[in-house]
């Protein structure tokens, strides 16, 4: 009786769901009963799943927090804007300045080399946002 409890406990756990931003390489890609797109995919999963999607080399994890962590937070950011901000202004500052394919002569970080750089395509209004959320 107790092995059967045991069972019972480990199948509780694995019914313990966190929420992911899972980036997906393909078009349309299916893994641990979840269908993906290409891009950033907000998903609940369970710990079993996401430890399927970290190990497929089609997907990346860029985020996951457990649903206590996101309920103390006051909820989670469904459009990644902060994430993307962060992660552009990361981008440009690793761009040569003195390379004028990075830089316009205005000093204005080129949204080609911004794209290419981050391996996703963004606007220039994005690439302006997020560097004015640094100065605020």
Known sequence: MSGTSLNSQRLD?????????????????????IAFTR?????EVTEEQLAIIRAD??????????AETLAEAGGLDVLGVGDL????RA?????????????????EPKVKAVSA???????????KAALAEADA
């Open 85 to 88: 901000n962060t992660r552009i």
């Open 39 to 43: 891009g950033e995919n907000t998903v």
């Open 13 to 33: 756990t694995s019914r313990i769901t966190c929420t992911a931003i899972i980036k997906c390489l393909r078009p349309v890609y299916r893994r641990a009963g």
């Open 117 to 127: 750089a981050l391996g996703e395509p963004v606007s220039s209004a994005q690439i």
């Open 91 to 107: 981008t440009v500052a690793g761009l040569d300045k003195a390379n004028p394919e990075h830089f316009t002569a205005g000093g």
């Open 57 to 66: 080399s089609v997907l990346s994890v860029v985020s996951a927090s457990s």
